[in-house]
């Protein structure tokens, strides 16, 4: 733990040279790794729908066998291969307390969300079933900040909001330009971390601009005009807010 500690403090000092992070703001190690690990998470099961879409819209099928305790396994999957914490045993990770808390708790929020809509999932005969990685994402965060007391949420500047629920605050909306800038590491999951927010970006990636990408103006397949963005464009952001203990 202590070793793990001293490696964030270490990126935040190093983030700071960089003026990513104001050294007069910087919160606790503990804090911030917290927020980025939920922050991770919720983007690692969003990448579980994203591959799992085509058999979610596979309107030739009815019980597609995508259940909840399928969805967790893959999470397991996902979340490790991204983080280095094996959830399966968090008990004895190197990870701070408050994350042993409260990323059991985003698991299970994560779990009942998917199993909330076994019903439009396992609907035949229908192909685009309007459960993607951003409905995932929206629902599973609001349930776990509802659960939690954690202000978890996806969100996205002005330009490409579709959900207004999902709308960027101030605060948020001012990391997204730094997250926006060309300069800003489009590899890894490079935080923007303060106080007491973490905010994670969000960059399309080859299977997003289906429904993001060009012609820009074009109809998708959920009803939205394409933004015409291309791989490596900024889409948003995975925002925490921890309030105090």
Known sequence: MKKQAGVIAALFVSFSVLGIIPPSVLASPDTIETGRLLAILLDSGRGVLAANQPLINDASKGDKGFTADVFEKQLQEKFKARSGVDLANLASASVPARAKTLLPELVETSKQTVTKNQALINKSGVGYKGFTPAHFGTQAASAFSAKSGVY??????????????????????????KFADASYPRQGDKIFGEEDRVLLPLFYGKGCLSCHGEPKGEMDISGYKKEGAKEGDLGGAISVKLPSK
Not at 158 to 167: E, F, I, S, T
Request: net charge neutral; no cysteine; aromatic share 4%.
């Open 152 to 177: 978890l949420k996806q969100t996205t500047t002005d330009g490409l909001l579709r959900n207004p629920n999902n709308k960027a605050d101030d605060y948020e909306a001012a990391v997204l330009k």
